[in-house]
Nanobody, 125 residues
Framework: VQLQASGGGLVQAGDSLRVSCTIS????????FGWFRQAPGKEREFVAAIRWSSRSTYVEDSLKGRFTISRDNTRSTVDLQMNSLKPEDTAVYYC???????????????????WGRGTQVTVSS
């Protein structure tokens, strides 16, 4: 499985941005996809996850209402729509993939087997 994140950039506070993870070589057993982010000097943190087969989603509580995750079978992408962006959302955003991961454990990065290179999102105040 190869993952390629794209769509990052420099935006202003309050703007929206969509980052995409393009997936290649996915087997049917690769069913869980997640987005994580890492700000300078901070640990990597969970953002959102989606199950490819059922489209069930899980968004970090603090980001609910602003961030939405979805998948597009035609484009083979997992997209993260980010609205009302804040300067504290500035980070490198990474997409990850793994097998079947139970919903309650989807925030654990150790359960994801595949990682793409990140895309930088910078939100100016």
């Amino acid at each position: 499985v190869q993952l390629q994140a794209s769509g990052g950039g420099l935006v202003q506070a309050g703007d929206s941005l969509r980052v995409s993870c393009t997936i290649s070589g996915r087997a049917s057993s690769t069913d869980s996809f997640g987005w994580f982010r890492q700000a300078p000097g901070k640990e990597r943190e969970f953002v959102a996850a989606i199950r490819w087969s059922s489209r069930s989603t899980y968004v970090e509580d603090s980001l609910k209402g602003r961030f939405t995750i979805s998948r597009d079978n035609t484009r083979s992408t997992v997209d993260l729509q980010m609205n009302s962006l804040k300067p504290e959302d500035t980070a490198v955003y990474y997409c990850a993939a793994g097998g079947w991961i139970i919903m309650s454990q989807r925030s654990n990065p150790n359960l994801y087997s595949y990682w793409g290179r990140g895309t930088q999102v910078t939100v100016s105040s």
